[in-house]
């Protein structure tokens, strides 16, 4: 028996997007498809009233995620990415504008909860304020942390290093000790190789020596009758057994003397009665009364 479901099986784009742009009008920035998914990119202060239709008269009805993305190339160098999903229509679409690190962006904690999560990673990992987010604190980096790790020009290897210490029996931070030299990264592919000699490649194309040595005849190795007539000869000459003559040496003497034990009286076998538990004797069994004579 089919069981019948009001959502599509597979999702249906056609028309989505003149929908849409005619439905959120000057608040629309750009419409393209990708993926099989539309991408709306709206105003930046239009987007808590962009996302309201969404959800009320379009049937997007959940916020599955916010990412962010850094362009440190641009005027504005973030794109803060919103991943809607409707499930009436098994749809899903992406609305995404455009912030710097001082334009704060609304917040959408009014139109969902679960944003305040989101923006809170957000900021933590680019920096994007939001306005409007009452607990716009870290979440995921430690108390105390410095910069944003998903910006581009955030360094790899970071500036400070944080470990417990035994010593004061907590987390303290410390400089990274690392040259200033290993924080510049080379972007080539290494799959197309680099145009420059790296540190000790140099070494792989030239000989370890000047003249490489050969072994084209037996003397050159170190072999002959005189090597063989040293292999021969014993490694213990004039060790101590030998001198001994291979002999195992005497038991050595004691070194003073023990008065002999006595003898011991009687038999080794008269210790097993000794040692052996005592017998217990089986009660006697009684024997049964003589009955009595009957005097009549």
């Known amino acids: 028996m089919a069981t019948l479901h009001s959502a599509p099986r597979f999702t249906i784009i056609d028309g989505l997007k003149s929908a849409l742009s005619e439905a959120l009008g000057d608040h629309l ?22 996302l309201r ?27 803060v990415v919103y991943m809607l999903l409707s499930l009436t229509t098994n749809s899903r679409i992406m609305v995404k504008c455009a912030a710097s690190e001082d334009t704060p962006v609304p917040t959408v904690t009014t ?25 716009l604190r870290r979440i995921l980096t430690d ?16 500036y400070h290093e944080l470990r417990y210490s035994e010593d004061e029996k907590r987390v303290v931070y410390e400089p990274v000790e690392l040259a200033q030299d290993l924080r510049q990264f080379d972007f080539m592919s290494p799959w197309e ?23 084209e005849k037996p003397s050159d190795t170190g072999a002959g009758a005189k090597t063989d007539k040293q292999a021969s000869e014993k490694v213990t000459a004039g060790a101590p057994a030998e001198k001994d003559g291979g002999e195992e040496a005497p038991a050595p003497e004691p070194t003073e003397d023990q008065p002999a034990r006595p003898k011991r009286k009687g038999k080794t076998s008269d210790t097993a009665k000794a040692t052996e538990p005592k017998k217990k004797r089986a009660p006697a069994k009684r024997k049964p009364a003589a009955a009595k004579k009957d005097p009549k």
């Open 143 to 158: 108390y105390g942390f410095e910069g944003h790790p998903f910006r581009k020009d955030f360094p790899l290897t970071g």
């Open 29 to 50: 920035l750009g419409a393209y498809e990708e993926h099989g998914e539309l991408l709306l990119t709206v105003k930046r202060d239009s987007v808590e009233d962009v």
């Open 111 to 135: 139109l969902w909860p679960n944003a305040g999560w989101l923006e809170r990673e957000v900021f933590d990992m680019y920096g994007v304020l939001f306005a409007g987010n009452s607990d």
């Open 53 to 79: 239709m969404l959800r009320d008269e379009h049937k997007y009805q959940q916020l599955m995620e916010i990412a962010g993305v850094d362009y440190p190339s641009r005027a504005e160098r973030f794109e």
């Open 193 to 215: 190789g680099a145009d420059y000699v790296l540190p000790g490649d140099e070494k792989a194309d030239t000989s370890p020596v000047d003249e490489p040595k050969t072994t």
